[in-house]
């Protein structure tokens, strides 16, 4: 037993009355960008890595201030 036209139609009318057409067109306009963003990522994986490396911060230590106040509010 195979799956017939009128099946597929019943199925895709009852999709339509639940979900109603605005969530369903948003939706696939989701899945479209996220198909846009993969194939963008995809294209040129190389420069991203160049630029992912020249905005990293080499200064980790930048609240030891706070740390060392924290240290002395417990030991009063």
């Given at each position: 037993?195979?799956?017939?036209?009128?099946?597929?139609?019943?199925?895709?009318?009852?999709?339509?009355?639940?979900?109603?057409?605005?969530?369903?067109?948003?939706?696939?306009?989701?899945?479209?960008?996220?198909?846009?963003?993969?194939?963008?990522?995809m294209?040129?994986?190389?420069?991203?890595?160049?630029?992912t490396?020249?905005?990293?911060?080499?200064?980790?230590?930048t609240?030891t201030?706070?740390?060392?106040?924290?240290?002395?509010?417990?030991?009063?």
């Amino acid at each position: 037993m195979s799956i017939g036209f009128w099946q597929i139609a019943i199925v895709v009318v009852l999709v339509v009355l639940l979900f109603g057409r605005g969530k369903i067109s948003d939706l696939m306009g989701d899945v479209a960008k996220g198909i846009k963003s993969f194939k963008k990522g995809m294209k040129d994986p190389t420069q991203e890595n160049i630029n992912t490396d020249t905005n990293t911060n080499t200064d980790t230590n930048t609240n030891t201030d706070t740390d060392t106040d924290k240290d002395s509010n417990l030991n009063k």
